[in-house]
């Protein structure tokens, strides 16, 4: 397999352990006896990209330096020392994530994330100059970039509402910022040579029963088509919108709800994003996938974890997310699949959690691709579920972990536990430091 090169340069490019390569071939003819070639798969997976999120590394501050409070139904918790102050920091902090993560992936940005110079630039004035730092970085890295409009944690968000906003002059305010965001999004893909996916999610709602459900909807409705209104070229920027079912203090009506942005999306041809949170604990985000790409050319993912409700924990190795992976790796969904992550935890290393929550993520699309699909489906064809279920549940134990390890070494990553040492000495060197 080809090597990449891997940032910091003090480790030594690509681990040979005999021991982890015997383990290996003795995996790999495990799976080809089950018609599966590891090989193949492994070239597949390093094919993948994910988009690490920056919120994680700052707990979704950003760099306009209002002093302004996270708001719009999202919350971080915990304290931990030394996140990401300034956007040097955060490149910083992500550059050393990624070298920890096997493949090459791409980094998805909010507009909060913006460099100003010091100056007050507000939503509706950010331009692509306040971001050719995060360019820079992101060409070095040879990486693409994702984009976000930020309706939140400002003064014309603070009573709850943005793009359905009642008022004409605060909608023309978020329609400005929407419409900015997406120019911007086209300005690095078409300067990184890869397209960005560009989302809006808003967090309009209410805390308790409305009486107009529907005015805010048909402004939603309205808000939006000024926001698409220009074309822009599909190589350089492509739309997803991003519905959910409750935030905190908007319990009772989401005007954004998921059945609103699925019309919407189906009717203009849109990226859906589907939030992994975003749904009622009992309902299947996965089951979602081949329903909704059956009407839409393409979807983004927000990977993450909700526990009892959307409170964005990092993504661990659950069954939700093997669902996902599972089905788009079943269905043949990669190609018109953009994966993200979407999890902010402040009580624990900030780049920890990407780097477990983005190596969890690939630990499951690998699982999936290394199931024996095809004799799955064969059994299902012909009625023989006794055989599907048993074969389903064997594969729950196959070697798998020898083939992640492998890939791990082969792409000159740490094997199993060892990156946390990276992250322990970045940690003690540089986020202690920070005050
Ligand atoms: C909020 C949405 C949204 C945000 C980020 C910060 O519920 O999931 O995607 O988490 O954009
Ligand atoms: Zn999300």
Redesign the pocket.
């Known amino acids: 397999m080809s090597q990449r090169g891997k940032k910091p340069s003090s480790r030594n490019p690509p681990r040979q352990d005999a021991k982890l390569e015997q383990t290996y071939q003795l995996a790999k003819e495990r799976y080809a006896g089950l018609g599966v070639n590891t090989d193949q798969v492994l070239r597949r997976l390093a094919q993948i990209p994910v988009a690490l999120?920056c919120?994680q590394g700052d707990d979704?501050g950003g760099f306009e330096h209002t002093g302004g409070p996270l708001t719009?139904?999202?919350l971080t918790t915990g304290n931990y020392p030394g996140k990401a102050r300034t956007a040097d920091e955060l490149r910083a902090d992500a550059t050393q994530a990624l070298s920890l993560i096997p493949g090459k992936h791409r980094f998805s940005l909010?507009t909060i994330y913006g460099e100003f110079g010091g100056k007050k630039v507000d939503r509706n004035e950010i331009g692509p100059e306040h971001f050719r730092g995060w360019m820079d970085w992101a060409r070095s890295l040879g990486i693409g970039l994702d984009f976000?409009a930020s309706c939140f944690s400002h003064p014309k968000s603070a009573d709850g509402f943005t793009l359905s906003h009642a008022d004409p002059a605060i909608r023309k305010f978020w329609i400005t910022h929407a419409q900015r965001s997406r120019e911007i999004g086209a300005a690095m893909g078409r300067t990184l040579g890869s397209t960005t996916v560009t989302?809006v999610?808003i967090p309009d709602g209410m805390k308790d029963t409305p009486a107009d459900r529907r005015g805010p909807r048909e402004r939603l409705e309205a808000s939006l088509d000024e926001v698409f209104r220009k074309p822009l070229d599909p190589r350089h920027n492509l739309d997803a919108v991003?519905g959910?079912l409750f935030?905190i203090g908007a319990e009772s009506y989401t005007v954004g709800m998921h059945e609103f942005y699925l019309g919407y999306a189906v009717k203009h041809q849109k990226l859906v994003c589907l939030?992994a949170?975003?749904y009622h604990p009992t309902e299947n985000m996965a089951d979602k996938i081949s329903s909704v790409l059956c009407f839409v050319p393409r979807i983004l993912l927000?990977v993450?974890r909700g526990v009892r409700w959307?409170s964005?924990h990092v993504v661990t190795l659950t069954d939700d997310l093997q669902a996902i992976a599972q089905e788009l790796v079943r269905g043949d969904y990669l190609g018109r699949t953009h994966l993200g992550l979407?999890f902010f935890d402040a009580s624990i290393n900030r780049l920890a959690a990407w780097v477990i929550g983005t190596r969890n993520l690939l630990r499951a699309l690998l699982l999936a691709m290394l199931e024996p699909y095809e004799a799955y489906k064969k059994f299902e064809r012909s009625g023989d579920y006794t055989s599907r279920l048993a074969w389903m549940e064997e594969a729950k134990t196959l070697p798998f972990g020898a083939v992640w390890d492998y890939y791990c070494a082969s792409q000159n990553v740490p094997v199993g536990e060892a990156w946390l040492a990276e992250i322990k000495a970045y940690e003690k060197k540089i986020l202690s430091k920070r005050s």
């Open positions: 999120h919120w979704v719009g139904g999202i909010h976000n989302n999610w991003e959910k935030g939030d949170g975003h927000h993450s959307d964005d979407d």
